[in-house]
């Protein structure tokens, strides 16, 4: 899958270099890579940590950045050049992506938050045999705060950062209270 997340990419690539303004059919890039829209966009969004629709969007506006650092044509026409049909609609977007409007971009060169073209790779970990044994432990309670919560790949997770904080210390210092060691467990096997 690894190749043909590549793939699409590099047609995304192309298609917006033809044409920016034109729409990603994302179904029409799918069957081109041998796949179903559904796994695509589910396997692009998990391993990218963006769903596909934002990386185009994203991708879209740094071409946009480009013209209007580097050309001379009026907001209009970079507006129209890239999708927008008019200058306020494309001026939102772009701020949305950029956190500066097409005019301070133009006459600053900046600040930008460029999206790069993404490409996948696969890193192996683990390729080394573990010495384990399968042991017959006890009933485990568990005990705790849980929150369903957004995958992050980078960093810390700030929706479970907020989870620790919003747990009194009282609340942590119980919990571990109830922690009772689990005895006879051998940790390092080799």
Do not use: C, W
């Not at 970990?125 to 980078?154: K, W």
């Amino acid at each position: 899958m690894i190749v043909e997340l590549n793939r699409a990419v590099a047609l995304v690539e192309e298609h917006l270099a033809e044409d920016p303004a034109r729409r990603v059919d994302v179904a029409t890039l799918a069957a081109r890579i041998g796949t179903t829209e559904h796994h695509l966009r589910r396997m692009f969004g998990s391993l990218a940590g963006m769903p596909l629709s934002d990386y185009v969007r994203r991708r879209r506006m740094s071409l946009a950045a480009r013209d209007l650092t580097t050309g001379r044509a009026d907001l209009l026409t970079v507006a129209v050049r890239h999708g927008y049909g008019s200058a306020e609609a494309f001026g939102r977007a772009f701020r949305a992506v950029h956190g500066a409007s097409p005019a301070e971009v133009r006459r600053d060169g900046g600040p930008l938050r460029t999206q790069p073209a993404i490409s996948f790779a696969l890193t192996v970990h683990g390729g080394e045999p573990m010495h384990t044994r399968i042991v017959d432990l006890p009933d485990l309670r568990l005990i705790g705060h849980a929150r369903r919560v957004r995958l992050v790949h980078e960093g810390v997770n700030p929706e479970i950062a907020q989870l620790v904080a919003s747990v009194p210390v009282e609340e942590t210092r119980r919990l571990k209270g109830l922690f009772v060691p689990v005895v006879g467990v051998v940790s390092d096997l080799a």
